[in-house]
C-alpha cells in the first residue's frame, strides 16, 4: 500500500489509486466532470479534460489533475488552497463561457451537473464572454436527442458507447473551441449503428444528450375525451421513480406510482409485469420446443436461444449480427406483448375500438420509444404502443400535476392486465428474465414442483455470467450479459460454433432495466444500481405467486382467448421476426 499526505491527513491506499480516489474515500470532495467511475459495471471515464479536479502536488510546478495522477509513497496533496481553488474557477468559467445559457428549459434543469458546480462555485457571472460555437441539434432518431452545443467535452458518452456497449457511434472531433463529441461525419443519430441504448444519456453531466420527450403527447391523448387511455409501467420503474422526490435509492414504490397514475387521470393503470409473465409462457415454450427437438436430432434448431425482450439488443443484433438472427426468442418484449393484447383483448372486453385507446408505455429505457415505433408493431398504422415516456418524463408530469408522491396512500393496479408475479418483476435486473424463463421451463419440462424458486447463481452484476440449472437429468447451460460489449463476446462464440450455452440473456444496459437510459441520473453512483437491484428481488420474494405459469389472469387469458403458448394466435399477437 502507499501512504501519502492529503489536507494534513494521512492517508493510506493501495498501489494503482489516483489522488481523486484516494481523496474522495477520505471524504475530500473534488469536483470533477469528465471523471465518472462505475467500475463494477465496466465503466471508467477519466480524460484530465475538464480540469475541475486539478490539485497541487508538493514539488510540482504544475497543478495536477487528480484523476489521472496516482498516488505515490510521500506524495503531499493540498485540494483546496487559493490556488487550486482559482485555477478550478477559471477552467469552469471557460466551460460556462461557451455553453448556453438556457438553463431554465433546459432539459437537465435541476439535474444538471454543470449547473450544480456554478452553484458551488459561487459563479455569478462569467468574465469570459465571447464568441459561442455552434454546431445543429439532432433530433432525428425516435429515442434520442443531441444538442451538441452543450457538449463539455467531458467525453463520457464517447467512452460509455465504445468501451461498455462496444458500439463507437460517438467519437470527439476537432482540437480547442471548436472540439465537440460528434456522430462519424455528423451524420444523424438514425442513420448509424447507434442501439438508443441510452447509456450516453445516462452518464451526460448536461442537456447535450437526452431522451425526445414525449409527455405533450401523453398530455394530449388524456385531455381528449374520445381516447381511453391505457398505461403500463415497467418492473424496473418502481424500483427508482422514488429518487426522483428524494426517496433513498431502492426505496419500492409500487403502490405511490399506481396512485400517481390514476390522479394524472389515465383511464386504466395496469402493469408490464402481466405481459412479462406472458413473454414467460412464449419464451419459456420456445425453449422447450427448441430444446426437444436438439435432443431428438434435429439438426436445424438453432441453441442457444437469446432473450430478445431489450430493444436496444435487437437493434444491436440487426445491425452487428445479421447472420445470427435465427437464435434471438422470437417473442416480443413485454412492452409489446402487453399493447397487442391491451388493443385487442382488453378493447373488446370493455367495449373501446383500438383507434379510440391510447396505449401508453411508462419504461427505464429510450430504445423503448424507438421499439414502439417500428412498422412490425401496428395495424394498419395504428400501434399497438402509442407512446413511450421514460421513468424521468413520469416524475416530471407528476410534479407538474403537483401531486405530492410522498403523501400518495399505495393503490393497486387495475384488473386483469395489472396481476402479475414474482418472475415478473425480477426481469428489470441482470439475470431476471432468464431466472424468471427457468421457473417456468423447469416445471413444463420435468412436470415437477419447483420447490426452490430461487437461482442464486444466476444473479450478481459481473458482465458476464454463466450457470448450470438441473432439469431433472438435463443440465441447461445458461449465459448470462449485460453491456453490449460483453453480449459481444457471447454472440461471437455462436458464430464460431463454440457457444456452450442452451439459454442467453442479454440486457444492453449495466445492471438491466434497473441501469436503463430512462432512469434517474445515477451520476456515477454504482450503489444506486445495486439497490435498485435489491429491491426487485425483495419484491419477487413478497409476491405470493412467484412463478409466471401459475399467474391466474395469465391461464385465464389463454383459456378465453390465446389458445395454447406457441398457437396460431399467440404466434400473430406474441411474436415478432428480425431484419436486418
Ligand atoms: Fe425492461 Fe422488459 S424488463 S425490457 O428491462 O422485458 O425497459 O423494467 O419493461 O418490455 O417487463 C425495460 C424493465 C421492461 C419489456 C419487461
Ligand atoms: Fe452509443 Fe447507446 Fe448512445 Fe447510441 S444510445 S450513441 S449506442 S451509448
New binding site residues.
Given amino acids: 500500500s502507499i501512504k501519502l499526505t492529503i489536507d494534513d491527513q494521512p492517508v493510506e491506499v493501495p498501489e494503482g489509486t489516483t489522488v481523486l480516489e484516494a481523496a474522495r474515500e477520505q471524504g475530500i470532495t473534488v469536483p470533477a466532470l469528465c471523471h465518472m467511475d462505475l467500475s463494477g459495471i465496466g465503466f471508467h471515464s477519466s480524460n484530465a479534460s475538464c480540469r475541475l479536479c486539478v490539485v497541487e502536488v508538493e514539488g510540482r510546478r504544475n497543478l495536477a489533475p487528480a484523476c489521472t495522477t496516482l498516488a505515490a509513497p510521500g506524495m503531499v496533496v493540498k485540494t483546496r488552497t487559493q490556488r487550486v481553488l482559482n485555477a478550478r474557477r477559471i477552467n469552469l468559467e471557460l466551460i460556462l463561457s461557451d455553453h448556453p445559457k438556457d438553463c431554465l428549459s433546459c432539459s437537465k434543469a435541476g439535474c444538471c451537473e454543470l449547473q450544480d458546480l456554478a452553484q458551488t462555485f459561487g459563479i455569478r457571472e462569467i468574465s469570459y464572454e465571447g464568441e459561442m460555437s455552434h454546431h445543429v441539434k439532432d433530433t432525428s432518431s425516435p429515442a434520442i436527442v443531441r444538442d451538441p452545443d452543450k457538449c463539455v467535452m467531458c467525453r463520457r458518452c464517447e467512452n460509455v458507447c465504445r468501451e461498455v456497449q462496444g458500439v463507437g457511434v460517438l467519437t470527439a472531433v476537432n482540437r480547442g473551441f471548436e472540439s465537440v463529441v460528434v456522430t462519424a461525419f455528423d451524420q444523424n443519430l438514425d442513420v448509424t449503428k447507434c442501439t438508443y441504448c441510452g447509456q450516453c444519456v445516462a452518464v451526460c453531466p448536461t442537456g447535450a444528450l437526452s431522451e425526445k420527450d414525449e409527455t405533450a403527447s401523453v398530455l394530449r391523448a388524456i385531455a381528449d375525451p374520445d381516447k381511453t387511455v391505457v398505461v403500463q409501467v ?4 418502481r424500483t427508482a421513480l422514488g429518487e426522483e422526490f428524494g426517496m433513498a435509492p431502492g426505496t419500492l414504490v409500487t403502490g405511490k406510482m399506481a396512485a400517481a397514475l390514476r390522479r394524472l387521470e389515465f383511464d386504466y393503470v395496469f402493469d ?2 402481466f ?2 409473465d406472458l ?1 414467460i409462457m412464449e419464451e419459456a415454450s420456445e425453449l422447450l420446443d427448441r430444446l426437444t427437438r436438439h435432443l431428438a436430432g434435429d439438426t436445424s434448431v438453432k441453441l442457444p436461444i437469446v432473450t430478445s ?2 430493444p436496444a439488443w435487437v437493434n444491436h443484433l440487426e445491425k452487428r449480427f445479421p447472420d445470427l438472427l435465427d437464435y434471438p426468442s422470437t417473442a416480443r ?3 409489446q406483448m402487453f399493447g397487442s393484447i391491451a388493443k385487442s383483448y382488453l378493447a373488446e372486453k370493455i367495449g373501446v375500438k383500438r383507434q379510440d385507446m391510447v396505449v401508453v408505455s411508462v ?3 429510450v430504445a ?1 420509444k424507438a421499439e414502439c415505433a417500428r412498422e412490425e408493431f401496428a395495424v394498419d398504422g395504428n400501434r399497438d404502443v402509442d407512446i413511450t415516456l421514460t421513468t424521468r418524463e413520469l416524475a416530471s408530469l407528476i410534479k407538474r400535476a403537483n401531486i405530492d408522491f410522498h403523501r400518495l396512500e399505495d393503490d393497486d393496479f387495475d384488473s386483469p392486465l395489472g396481476e402479475s408475479t414474482g418472475a ?1 418483476v425480477i ?2 435486473t441482470t439475470g431476471g ?1 432468464i431466472e424468471a424463463a427457468a421457473r417456468t421451463a423447469y416445471e413444463f419440462h420435468t412436470g415437477e414442483t419447483l420447490e426452490n424458486v430461487d437461482f442464486t447463481a444466476l444473479r450478481g452484476v459481473d458482465g458476464i455470467r454463466s450457470a448450470t440449472v438441473d432439469f431433472a437429468g438435463i443440465d441447461i447451460k445458461i449465459g448470462i450479459a449485460h453491456g453490449l460489449a460483453n453480449a459481444r463476446v457471447l454472440m461471437e462464440e455462436i458464430r464460431k460454433g463454440t457457444s456452450p450455452y442452451h439459454a442467453i440473456e442479454v ?1 444492453a444496459c449495466p445492471g ?2 434497473i441501469g ?1 437510459g430512462g432512469q434517474p441520473f445515477h451520476q456515477g453512483d454504482e450503489s444506486v444500481l445495486r439497490a435498485r437491484q435489491q429491491a426487485l428481488y425483495t419484491e419477487d420474494e413478497a409476491k405470493v405467486i412467484r412463478k409466471s405459469h401459475e399467474n391466474p389472469h395469465i391461464k385465464k387469458l389463454y383459456e378465453e382467448y390465446l389458445g395454447k403458448p406457441l398457437g396460431e394466435k399467440p404466434h400473430k399477437l406474441l411474436h415478432t421476426h428480425y431484419v436486418d
Avoid: L, R, Y
Fill in positions: 415497467a418492473p424496473a420503474v408490464t409485469d405481459a412479462a413473454t425482450c431489450c418484449s413485454p412492452m419504461m427505464p429505457c423503448k415478473a426481469f428489470g428474465v440486457m438491466g432495466c436503463g
